[in-house]
């Protein structure tokens, strides 16, 4: 299983950014997929998350700013960002779970499966 992160880098508070992650294609198939982040010295918290059949779920702290999304053809799962904050400042990463996620989870618990990451700077 590969999940391989993009995108990321520096912004201006009020900007965009759009992430990418690429999962290998059984992975992307079968399983949930969400996005979480991590700030140093914080714990990892789930950002948005999408179902096999294409629910999303987000945290109220992004909700109405970011939105997840995946293209089939190139097993591609994104994260657009909108209207960015310095709180959303982090790294970001893309997970893989095994279903079921009904609704998409931002659980930890729900991923096995973990990108290295890709740093979002605002400010």
């Known amino acids: 299983v590969q999940l391989v992160e993009s995108g990321g880098g520096s912004v201006q508070v009020g900007g965009s950014l759009r992430i990418s992650c690429t999962v290998s294609r059984h992975t992307y198939n079968r399983g949930c997929l969400g996005w979480f982040r991590q700030s140093p010295g914080e714990e990892r918290e789930g950002v948005a998350a999408?179902?096999?059949?294409?629910?999303?779920k987000y945290a109220d702290s992004v909700k109405g700013r970011f939105s997840i999304s995946k293209d089939n053809a190139k097993n591609t799962l994104y994260l657009q960002m909108d209207r960015l904050k310095p709180d959303d400042t982090a790294m970001y990463y893309c997970?893989?779970?095994?279903?079921?996620?009904?609704?998409?989870?931002?659980?930890?618990?729900?991923?096995?499966?973990w990108g290295q990451g890709t740093q979002v700077t605002v400010s």
């Open positions: 997970a893989a779970g095994p279903p079921p996620c009904t609704g998409g989870s931002l659980l930890m618990s729900a991923y096995n499966n």
């Open positions: 999408i179902d096999t059949v294409g629910n999303k």
